[in-house]
């Protein structure tokens, strides 16, 4: 099921190149692909820290690497959250002026890409299911875009291309840095490695720091984000809600799959360069936000921001702040994703998202008003929302935890300027809402019609997802919990542990079923 998750998009847009109906197609491929994660998500096994619903096939028994799929609760949720997006991202494409069948092809092969990265367990699949997407993105700006829209498409062409350069080097150091008995493409086997001390603690210190730099670049860490909010404002919206909504994440997903497992002392060493730089993303990208006069523009910054959270809640280094930076990397795709496609809508409807030339369109469109409201609220972190229990569930690890200093540590301060920070997202969010739907409507716009009952579909998809996950959180932090408590503590994961002989961390010993299996002493046979 796993296999057909990720490749019923991507078959699908080859049906299209041969002559399928490109829309009903992609529909179609999309709804199946929603149904496949629901199955996914009815049959995990909650509590179970392994992955399940494993596939591979052999490629390369030299090489040792193999094409091999799983799910465990992180990949599980952005599996999820692709399989959301990409029905709603497909129905509010609408009509394509050109080459129809080509736009369809590229949002195929971003989310089957997306997916395909997500629930990887070999580091070279890993990586080329993200480049694989990348291709599709700079054509959908490129070609269906607005406004500068070739600009846009070769500056974050270039940006992601350096990120995905450095990420690159950082895989590759990290593989060498396995000593060959253990080494693997496979993660399972990486994780046993890190665990066993074979990692050594100068070697993590270079190699996490190429990990930040690759992902931080994908993911728009400051001061590396200025390729997002222009390439956001550009795309068309069916590709701004599959990019910022879940492509972006493969970011902060590899930190969390890889950097924190794998490496906790480089994460501990280059602790305070990430804080200063995720403050970056929350105060500096915040005020520039509020400074935006475009919606598009605006949506584009606020992505940025936000990303900041997720980054705090990666280094406060405990079980509640990776929970938290999961959680909110869920709810964030699926609000942003929302306001994205609205924001779409409304350019093709008046041909403009200037705040001064909008104003008063809840009078004419009363449904599209209360939704992006909804979609205001969840970004700001309204309780009720998914995006309150992940920025609430950082704030709590980050203020208690991290890597403790004598007296008032700087996850204490990191945290009460981060803060201010919902401040400043409230007063762009609720500005923006303002001067887009509220006040005197101008009389162009009176002619406006508000979204047909066939769009209202996507819309309630993912407002519902946002509050049924916002009422009941705890089904997100069951599923993701038990994967990170395998190398994390309650407090610290670096709590309750011993220093290796070369001066790594060995963590406390929780055997996998993988390496239960595996030939104790010798290499770890992948089949």
């Not at 895989?171 to 086997?189: E, G, H, K, T």
């Not at 490695?193 to 670049?217: K, M, N």
């Not at 993911?219 to 795309?235: M, R």
């Not at 995006?387 to 301060?413: D, L, P, R, V, Y």
Request: charged share 10%; aromatic share 14%.
């Amino acid at each position: 099921m796993v296999l057909f998750t990720i490749f019923c998009p991507i078959i699908a847009a080859f049906l299209i190149m041969v002559g399928a109906p490109a829309r009903k197609t992609a529909l179609a491929a999309s709804v199946l692909t929603f149904a496949a994660a629901l199955f996914l998500l009815a049959s995990f096994g909650y509590g179970q820290s392994d992955f399940q619903h494993v596939t591979s096939f052999t490629i390369s028994p030299e090489w040792r690497l193999s094409f091999t799929t799983g799910i465990d609760g992180l990949s599980l949720i952005m599996v999820l959250l692709a399989a959301i997006v990409t029905p709603a991202a497909v129905w509010f494409a609408g009509p394509i002026d050109k080459h129809e069948n080509a736009f369809y092809v590229c949002l195929l092969f971003i989310s089957g890409s997306a997916i395909g990265a997500f629930a990887s367990i070999d580091l070279f699949f890993f990586y080329a299911f993200h480049e694989l997407a990348l291709i599709p993105t700079f054509l959908l700006i490129g070609i269906w875009g607005s406004g500068n829209r070739v600009a846009a498409a070769w500056k974050i062409t270039i940006y992601l291309a350096i990120g995905s350069f450095v990420l690159l080097l950082g895989l590759i150091l990290l593989y060498q840095s396995v000593p060959a008995p253990l080494r693997s493409f496979d993660i399972r086997a990486l994780t046993v490695a890190a665990s066993l001390c074979q990692i050594a603690a100068d070697a993590q210190h270079h190699i996490y720091l190429l990990l930040l730099i690759g992902f931080g670049i994908l993911v728009s860490l400051f001061p590396f984000h200025t390729w997002a909010p222009e390439a956001y404002a550009s795309a068309p919206a069916p590709a701004a809600m599959l990019h910022a909504g879940v492509l972006k994440k493969f970011g902060v997903y590899g930190l969390l799959r890889l950097a924190i497992p794998l490496l906790p002392e480089g994460a501990r060493h280059w602790t305070i360069l990430l804080v200063v730089l995720l403050l970056g993303n929350i105060i500096y990208v915040g005020l520039v936000t509020i400074a935006q006069k475009r919606l598009d523009w605006m949506l584009g910054y606020s992505s940025v921001m936000h990303m900041g959270y997720i980054f705090l809640g990666i280094a406060s280094a405990g079980i509640l702040g990776v929970t938290g930076a999961a959680v909110l990397m869920f709810a964030h795709g699926l609000s942003i994703a929302l306001l994205f496609a609205l924001a779409g809508e409304l350019r093709r409807r008046t041909g403009t998202l200037v705040f001064d030339e909008l104003g008063g369109l809840a009078r004419v469109m009363p449904f599209t008003g209360l939704a992006f409201g909804l979609g205001v609220f969840a970004v700001i972190g309204l309780p009720g929302f998914a995006n309150f229990a992940g920025e609430i569930i950082i704030f709590f690890s980050a203020f208690k935890n991290g890597w403790t200093m004598n007296g008032f540590h700087i996850f204490q301060i990191t945290t009460v300027l981060a803060l201010w920070g919902v401040v400043i997202s409230t007063v762009y969010m609720l500005r923006a809402y303002r001067k887009t739907f509220m006040g005197t409507i101008n009389d162009q716009w009176r002619q406006l019609v508000d979204l047909r009952p066939a769009l209202r579909v996507p819309v309630a998809l993912l407002v519902g997802a946002l509050l049924c996950f916002g009422f009941f959180p705890q089904a997100l932090v069951q599923i993701v919990t038990p994967g990170f408590r395998a190398y994390l503590t309650a407090n610290n994961y670096l709590t309750g542990t011993q220093r290796c002989s070369h001066g790594a961390v060995r963590r406390p010993r929780i055997l996998t079923q993988y390496e239960e299996d595996a030939p104790q002493g010798r290499g770890y046979n992948l089949q």
